[in-house]
């Protein structure tokens, strides 16, 4: 069994019958990169609103390029007290979550395809329009279960939590995971800001996505 909180029902939640082919199945490379591959156009841009320790902000090459701008541009992650997940949660919710539920799964990040969540149809990354599938979301999560431990904590409709065991700490590092977390969840431009303020997420040890 897994456990999750959440503010929806457990009698609300459907099982999947169909989780969607995955994008990075149909092409042989990582979700992660794939999604950074089809917006690197967009994610290039945002280093036009980066405020360099020292300079003016520089236009970036290519995602290697973004990184190393961004890590200049990123305050030191030591400046930013840690956020418990309860308070994460209080700052985009105006109550707490009222459910516990518990799935039958040894494998944790697959609970977007079992569940059918998050919803993203807004962000349509890949050719023709296609939204993510839930079995992408599901591809997503375990390449971060795999490198630093991330754990669903918290899922709904258009949102997800995730505890992290061992996030990373080098500031290249940091800024690399930034711009996937960017490529995944575009809309966190939103409720966190620009890609400097995701930066100043990945070091945590909970990383909160939610889309439009």
């Not at 620009?194 to 990945?202: D, S």
């Amino acid at each position: 069994m897994w456990p999750f909180i959440t503010h929806t029902s457990p009698t609300e939640w459907e099982w999947a019958d169909a989780p969607g082919e995955s994008h990075d199945e149909k092409h042989g490379q990582s979700i992660i990169d794939r999604l950074m591959e089809l917006q690197a156009n967009e994610l290039l841009t945002e280093a036009e609103w980066f405020k360099p320790s020292q300079g003016h902000p520089s236009p970036a090459r290519d995602l290697e390029d973004l990184a190393r701008l961004l890590t200049d541009a990123t305050p030191v992650a030591e400046t930013r007290a840690p956020r418990s997940a309860e308070s994460l949660l209080g700052a985009f919710f105006a109550e707490p979550p009222e459910w516990i539920c518990l799935v039958p799964t040894e494998d944790p990040p697959s609970l977007p395809e079992l569940l059918d969540a998050p919803d993203t149809p807004n962000h349509t990354p890949f050719p023709g329009g296609e939204a993510l599938s839930y079995r992408d979301h599901a591809n997503v999560l375990r390449e971060w279960h795999n490198r630093y431990g991330a754990e669903i904590c918290y899922l709904d409709t258009h949102e997800v939590l995730l505890s992290v065991e061992h996030p990373p700490a080098a500031p290249s590092e940091t800024a690399r995971v930034a711009i996937e977390h960017y490529a995944y969840c575009p809309d966190l431009d939103q409720v966190i800001g620009g890609l400097p303020e995701v930066a100043l997420q990945v070091p945590t040890r909970t990383w909160f996505f939610w889309w439009d």
